[in-house]
Each structure stands twice: as structure tokens, then as C-alpha cells.
């Protein structure tokens, strides 16, 4: 009979997922380091996200510091999935180690830095985070941009409205539309999915325009 651990490595993500959320029923902290270890190279989603579930369930005074060594592992899989439980077990102390993130060089490990920044970051921190996130404005596609304008709005309008204000100011049309934008989904947080939309009709219309000029 195949146990819950070789489950683990089985081809069908079906049989991974049930084996994962076995460990996390049992939540013993003797399978740490074998839920570590898959989250660093499950292919499927829905099972990193049972990973992620059953690491929440253990201990978090024995799970937070294996977190935090994982950000230092070459696979940006491993970094991306700690950062995203440690966002969930909002363990504020750890929030230099994500903030260090930020600067990844794999886009999608800093995409989930800015979430995690923005829910760990303690009160005095979140100045400091909103002017580092606004670095960022008006670059990538965008699914980029949305991802960083909803870091931002998590700050709250208090902490990212005058430093949204003030990157307007200074730069360029490409930022000044992405400031927009922010500003937007500042005043309507459902307003994400017309933003992307919109977004992308205007990377058509700019392709079209290219096209026909060249």
C-alpha cells in the first residue's frame, strides 16, 4: 500500500494533493522537511497551495525559520512558496528577510515579495515599503503592473497616495498612467478586473498603431 510520503512524487496531481492534505490533517512536525522539499518542485498549483496549507498547521516557531532559509535556495519555486506562507502566518519579525526579496531577480518570486511585504510590514516600515513599490511603476505587462498596484493599495490610501502623488510628479507618461490606474483600484478595489481589461485594450490599440506606422 502506498504511504502518504510516496504519494508525494506520484505523476498524477491528484494523488499528490490528497497525500499532501493526509500530512496536513496529521500535521506532524516530523514531515517538515518533506513538505519543504515538494514545495520547492510540485508543478501543480492546487498542490503548492495544500503545501502551503499543511506548513500553516504545524508549529510556526519551527516552520518560520525553515521559511525564511528557503529565500536563500537557487529554485525561485522555493523562495516564491515561502514568501507565500510566510505571508500567511503573518509573522511580522520576518519581514526584513521578505523585504530583502523585493529585489529578486526572478520576476514572479518579487511579485509575491510585494504581497508578502505589504502584510508584514510593520506600521513605522510602510512609508518606506510604498517608495520602494513605486520603483516599480510603469514597467512590465500587465499582469506586473496589477499585481504591484494591488501591493499598494493593501498599504491603505493614508501611506501610498502621497507617494503615488509624488511619482507622478516627477516621472514619466508611462508611470503617470500607472499611478492612474492605482489610484483607481485605491477608490474602488474591485475594480481590478476592468483595469486588466482596459489594459490590454490598450496594448492592442498601441500594437495596431505600430504596425500601421511602420
Known amino acids: 500500500m502506498t504511504t502518504a510520503l510516496e504519494a508525494l512524487t506520484d505523476p498524477r496531481s491528484s494523488v499528490r494533493l490528497r497525500a499532501v492534505m493526509a500530512l496536513g490533517t496529521a ?63 503573518r509573522d511580522g519579525s520576518v519581514y526584513p528577510a521578505v523585504a530583502e526579496a523585493l529585489g529578486d531577480p526572478d520576476p514572479g518570486v518579487s511579485r509575491t515579495a510585494w504581497r508578502a511585504a505589504v502584510l508584514l510590514a510593520p506600521a513605522e516600515e510602510r512609508p518606506a515599503l510604498a517608495r520602494r513599490l513605486t520603483r516599480e511603476l510603469g514597467t512590465g505587462d500587465r499582469e506586473r503592473r496589477l499585481a504591484l498596484s494591488r501591493a499598494l493599495v493593501t498599504l491603505g490610501e493614508e501611506v501610498v497616495a502621497p507617494v503615488l502623488a509624488d511619482a507622478a510628479a516627477r516621472r514619466g507618461e508611462a508611470v503617470r498612467e500607472h499611478v492612474a490606474d492605482t489610484e483607481r483600484l485605491l477608490a474602488d478595489p474591485d475594480a481590478g478586473s476592468a483595469l486588466a481589461v482596459e489594459r490590454a485594450r490598450r496594448e492592442v490599440a498601441l500594437g495596431r498603431s505600430g504596425r500601421a506606422s511602420g
Do not use: F, G, N, Y
Not at 512536525?29 to 492546487?46: K, M
Open 27 to 89: 500535521a506532524d512536525p516530523a514531515d517538515l522537511d518533506v513538505l519543504l522539499e515538494r514545495c520547492a518542485v510540485d508543478p501543480d498549483l492546487q498542490v503548492r497551495e495544500a503545501l502551503t496549507w499543511s506548513l500553516v498547521r504545524l508549529p510556526a516557531e519551527l516552520v518560520v525559520p525553515r521559511l525564511v532559509d528557503q529565500l536563500d535556495r537557487p529554485e525561485a519555486q522555493a523562495r516564491s512558496q515561502a514568501l507565500h506562507t510566510l505571508s500567511k502566518i
